[in-house]
T-cell receptor, first 115, second 113 residues
Framework: EAGVVQSPRYKIIEKKQPVAFWCNPI?????LYWYRQNLGQGPELLIR????????DSQLPKDRFSAERLKGVDSTLKIQPAELGDSAVYLC?????????????FGPGTRLTVL | GEDVEQSLFLSVREGDSSVINCTYT??????LYWYKQEPGAGLQLLTY?????DMKQDQRLTVLLNKKDKHLSLRIADTQTGDSAIYFC?????????????FGTGTRLKVLA
């Protein structure tokens, strides 16, 4: 079974440019998460989807970040415009249910460098 | 605010036991997890413990939970070079009808041959 797929794996852009990350979760997983992991830190949740509904986006900087999961399957996270402080690894994860014990399966991440 | 803290580094010799520690802040956590992250990869769930348990053993892994002190530890017996990675503890709790997930800062384990 394929795991969580993310693309691109690496992205280098100049500040003020837009950037988008794509995630395809494990087939059948209705919950999808986007995390940001700064260097030397643990992942921080940006947004969580239950199917196509964003149920927790309280940590998403809405002035420049947006996300969508139109058909409840794959998802896109966008930053526009990017700032130097956005350099990080953006992780996507998925799980079967939103219950307490919901093992999250993580993708390899997209490493973003903003120059 | 919520905070989950871990020591940054741990170095052990192959065959020895490793103990990775974590302190968390929210006493209403229902589950606590240990994840492993290898270079260039996402996080992988290693094990978890219910908040009403004190200990859980899973092959070479032993998780200890001290709720009074809000302290969680992961012991890896007979540590191997393949165990070299970053280990994250994480807690989850229910607030305002939604689950919150907080990850620790991660402990980098280096196993010396």
């Amino acid at each position: 079974e394929a795991g969580v797929v993310q693309s691109p794996r690496y992205k280098i852009i100049e500040k003020k440019q837009p950037v988008a990350f794509w995630c395809n979760p494990i087939s059948g997983h209705n919950t999808l998460y986007w995390y940001r992991q700064n260097l030397g830190q643990g992942p921080e949740l940006l947004i969580r989807y239950e199917n196509e509904e964003a149920v927790d986006d309280s940590q998403l900087p809405k002035d420049r970040f947006s996300a969508e999961r139109l058909k409840g399957v794959d998802s896109t996270l966008k930053i526009q415009p990017a700032e130097l402080g956005d350099s990080a690894v953006y992780l996507c994860a998925s799980s079967l249910s939103r219950g307490e014990l919901n093992e999250q399966f993580f993708g390899p991440g997209t490493r973003l460098t903003v120059l | 605010g919520e905070d989950v803290e871990q020591s940054l580094f741990l170095s052990v010799r192959e065959g020895d036991s490793s103990v990775i520690n974590c302190t968390y802040t929210d006493s209403s956590s229902t589950y606590l997890y240990w994840y492993k992250q290898e270079p260039g990869a996402g996080l992988q769930l290693l094990t978890y413990i219910f908040s009403n348990m004190d200990m859980k053993q899973d092959q070479r892994l032993t998780v200890l939970l001290n709720k009074k002190d809000k302290h969680l530890s992961l012991r890896i017996a007979d540590t191997q070079t393949g165990d070299s990675a970053i280990y994250f503890c994480a807690e989850i709790w229910l607030t305002s009808g939604t689950y919150k997930y907080i990850f620790g800062t991660g402990t980098r384990l280096k196993v010396l041959a």
